[in-house]
């Protein structure tokens, strides 16, 4: 196998991972490796366990790390279970009548198919503020200002190659998206907004030029 194959099949070393994942998943290693290490030598300067012997101290280093462990798991599943609370809450909210013509949308729960156009299924320069965007579905994003943008079961979200041509789907060019939430939709966008994806805490960006 390459070796580059190698890397991408270990899943630290994804280049799609947010900036904020990258740090809980260092800081999350630092803390259970340094912790075990640095109470197996507290044990080992005690007067009690360091006459017991290396076992006892190793014994001490790898239950504080299980102990550090399991911490920061209840951690990451309360920050889920809220996440996901906040997922359902926003779909218990009723759906709008979505008017695909206009210029802009606000405070509106939209599914992705109601956007649809009778001809080109393009929106460009538009405004959304506020709104869910609802699948299953796809949609595809080029270009735009996407500001505090959130994505909720959507995969992973796919860097086009340059010059690709899609059809039949929903495109969002150079449009203003603020405080919005996407929610169980496959993305497709450009190579730059790609980049830009990869700061959304949470979303995995797939297909990045290197």
């Known amino acids: 196998m390459p070796k580059h194959h190698f890397w991408q099949s270990i899943s630290i070393f994804e280049s799609g991972l947010s900036a904020a994942e990258w740090l ?45 462990a399991l911490i920061f798991f209840l951690v990451k599943s309360a ?7 906040d997922l359902n809450r926003a779909l ?16 509106a729960v939209i599914p992705v198919e109601e956007l649809r156009l009778p001809k080109v299924q393009l929106h460009e320069n538009k405004h959304f503020k506020r709104c869910t965007f609802v699948g299953p579905a796809a949609i595809a994003i080029i270009g ?6 959130g994505f909720a079961d959507c995969g992973d979200i796919v860097a086009l190659p340059e010059n690709s041509n899609l ?6 060019k150079n449009c203003t998206v603020e405080d919005c939430q996407f929610v169980r939709t496959s993305i497709f966008t ?17 297909g990045l030029n290197v």
């Not at 340094?34 to 280093?61: H, M, N, R, T």
């Not at 889920?80 to 609370?85: D, M, N, R, T, V």
């Not at 450009?190 to 797939?206: I, K, L």
């Open 167 to 172: 059809t039949g789907i929903v495109v969002l």
């Open 24 to 68: 809980w998943r260092i800081i999350t290693i630092v803390f259970i490796g340094g912790g075990g290490l640095g109470s197996a030598f507290l044990a080992k300067a005690d007067p009690i366990l360091g006459a017991l012997g290396p076992l006892y101290w190793v014994i001490v280093g790898v239950l504080v790390s299980f102990a550090i």
């Open 190 to 206: 450009d190579q730059g907004s790609a980049r830009g994806f990869t700061e959304v805490p949470g979303a995995s960006v797939r």
């Open 144 to 149: 735009g200002n996407y500001i505090r943008t």
């Open 92 to 107: 218990a909210v009723p759906r709008n009548f979505v008017n695909p013509l206009s210029e802009s949308f606000k405070d």
């Open 79 to 85: 920050i889920l279970k809220q996440s996901e609370a």
